[in-house]
C-alpha cells in the first residue's frame, strides 16, 4: 500500500498544494497512492493523537507513506525521530519530496533506525534524569514538594460542591453512603471524603 500523508495546521491553509506535489511526484516515478489522510492540526500535537498515530499502527512491512517533507509528520526533531523509528521498525518505508529523504530498507536506513531509537531512549532518560536532579535540588533547598500539608483545593472545584443540597436531603431521609454516592454518580470513597472536608457536620452524623 502507498500511502499519501498531508498536513496543515490551520483552516487557512490549503492541502492542495501538498496534494499536487505527492500527485506529481508519483506520476514522474511511476507510483500510484492507494489512500490519502489528511488532516488540520498543529504538528506539535503528539502523533498518536492524529490521524497519522492511527495510519502508523495499520501500517505493514512493504507500505510507503509519501509527504512534502519531513516537517508535515512533526514540529521537533525528537518526535519526526520517534515515528520514523516506529516505520523502521515495520520496515515501512517513508519518503519526503521536498527534502528528498528515503527512508527504507538499505544498510543506510537500518543505522538510521539504531541511531533513532538510541538517540529517543537518550533523550528519555535525560530528561528522567533533569527531572531527579531538579526534586533534589529543591529538597535540599528545603522546598516542600507536593501539596502543602493541609491545604485543599477549592470547594467550588470539586464535582459534589453543587449537590450539596442533594445530600443533606437524602441524608435527613435515612439513605446509605452508597445510595447517595450512587445517586451522585461518584464513588462511596469520593462522597466520604467530600463530607469528612467540606460538610463536617454531616460526617458527625456518620452517614453510614
Known amino acids: 500500500m502507498i500511502y499519501g500523508y498531508i498536513r496543515v495546521s490551520s483552516d487557512r491553509q490549503t492541502v492542495e498544494n501538498q496534494r499536487f506535489e505527492i500527485n ?10 492507494d489512500g490519502w489522510i489528511e488532516e488540520t ?10 490521524e497519522l498515530g492511527k495510519l ?6 512493504g507500505d510507503l507513506i509519501i509527504c512534502a517533507e519531513l516537517s508535515r509528520l512533526g514540529r521537533n526533531l525528537f518526535m519526526i525521530m520517534e515515528i520514523l523509528n516506529i516505520c523502521m521498525t515495520k520496515e515501512c518505508r517513508v519518503w519526503t519530496i521536498k527534502d528528498s529523504y528515503r527512508l527504507g530498507e538499505d544498510i543506510q536506513s537500518k543505522v538510521l533506525a539504531f541511531a533513532f ?12 534524569q533533569r527531572t531527579k536532579e531538579a526534586l533534589a535540588r529543591k529538597k535540599a533547598e528545603g522546598v516542600v514538594l507536593g501539596r502543602p500539608v493541609g491545604r485543599k483545593s477549592a470547594p467550588e472545584k470539586h ?5 450539596q443540597g442533594l445530600i443533606r436531603e437524602l441524608a435527613a431521609l435515612g439513605q446509605s453512603r452508597n445510595k447517595i454516592a450512587q445517586i451522585c454518580k461518584v464513588h462511596r470513597n469520593t462522597l466520604a471524603r467530600f463530607v469528612r472536608e467540606y460538610m463536617p457536620e454531616l460526617d458527625k452524623r ?3
Not at 506529481?24 to 497512492?33: A, D, E, M, T
Not at 492540526?41 to 492524529?50: A, E, L, P, V
Not at 502508523?56 to 512491512?61: E, T
Not at 531509537?117 to 528522567?128: F, H, K, P, V, Y
Request: charged share 30%; with cysteine.
Open 159 to 163: 464535582k459534589l460542591h453543587s449537590r
Open 41 to 50: 492540526i498543529s504538528g506539535t500535537k503528539n502523533y498518536d493523537k492524529r
Open 24 to 33: 506529481n511526484f508519483c506520476g514522474k516515478h511511476g507510483l500510484k497512492i
Open 206 to 208: 456518620a452517614i453510614s
Open 56 to 61: 502508523l499502527k495499520r501500517v505493514q512491512k
Open 117 to 128: 531509537g538510541l538517540s529517543a531512549e537518550i533523550e528519555r532518560n535525560l530528561i528522567s
